[in-house]
Each structure stands twice: as structure tokens, then as C-alpha cells.
């Protein structure tokens, strides 16, 4: 920790590959140390199932995983703090890097810990709109909704700002086959020219 050294902890991967992985003390003693997720090939998933892991597998309380993701992450990749030198939590001068759910009527560290994927409804970056929801979209002004385009996720729609027909180009000629999200079925626009041309009988994950 002196040396400024962090430790990138995926809990589930390191079970899998390992047999063991980090105890709740040398994860809660260790000032350098965030949450993150590994490869589908060794971890249980995104990062908000390795979220859950760490809190109902390894019994580590939300309110020190939701460090792990937010204050503790955000000091250990060195964002640059502006304004306020608390990265990682929401404050005058905080980068806009956020994500809204639904209020459940907990606190934010025990909203995090009962997350799904598909229950995220915006996600922003600095300041901007790259991910929303067909529920709030209609709440949003048109403007900051341009560029916007539309995905199907396991049949949950969402609006990304992302180049989505070259995305999808180049993940269906690299694989030769429907390009998946960690075993996630994607439908979009941008796949129509080429479900004709694609097989339909491999299955993997992208």
C-alpha cells in the first residue's frame, strides 16, 4: 500500500481457477483493493454478479462492497479528481460517471448488492447518456437521447450509444456466427443484413 500497489479482486474467478480466494478480513485490512470481473470463461458473470458474490458468497457487508466499486476503484485507477477529491461518490466537481435503478426504498450500498443487469435503467458518462432504458427513455429530452440506438439484450431492450451495425459487422465475421454478450442473446437493427448468411446452431459467448 505504501508503494502504491491495488489489488483487482474477482472473488468468483478465484475460486474457480484457485480454490480459494481473499477472506473478508484481508479484503476489509487492505487499504488498495477493488472489485472487478474476470473472464465468462472463470468468473460467474458482469460485475454486478460478481457484486452479489462477494456479498452473499464471501459475507462481505454492502456497505464495504459498495467501496469496492465506487471510492476504493475509482483511488486505485487514479481518476482525476477535479474538483473533488473524492472520486467515486456524488459530489460538486465528481466526473458524471453513474448508473440509475429503480428506488427500492434502501440505501445505496444494499440497492447495489441486489442488482440485476437488467434492472439498470441509464447509465452515463461524464455527463453523457450511453445507456437508457425504454422506461425512462420517455422522460429524457430528445436531445440528449440523439445518437441513441436500439438493443435487445436477452429480450430486454436498452438504447446504447455505441457504432452498433460496425460492432456487430465485425463480432459476426470474427466469429462467423451471432455475436452473444456473456451468453446473452443480442438482437438489434444492425444484425438484419446478415441473418441470412450466419448459422444459427453454434452456441458461445462474446
Known sequence: ARLGVGIIWCPSSNLYTLGKTLTTEQ??????????????????GDLLDEVRFANDQIGLPAPVVYELVTTKAARILRLSPGANPEQGSLQP????????????QFTPADTLVR????????????GRIVLLSSALADRIPAELKEGLQEISVDGVNRLLRAPLT???ARASAALGRRPKLSGRTLSSEADMPYLDSLPTHFEGHC
Open 27 to 44: 479484503v476489509t485490512t487492505f487499504p488498495n483493493l477493488a472489485l472487478a470481473s474476470d473472464s465468462p470463461l472463470s468468473g460467474i
Open 93 to 104: 466537481g465528481s466526473q458524471a460517471n453513474l448508473i440509475v435503478a429503480r428506488d427500492r
Open 115 to 126: 442488482l440485476s443487469w437488467n434492472e439498470i435503467d441509464l447509465v452515463m458518462k461524464r
Open 166 to 168: 460496425e460492432l456487430w
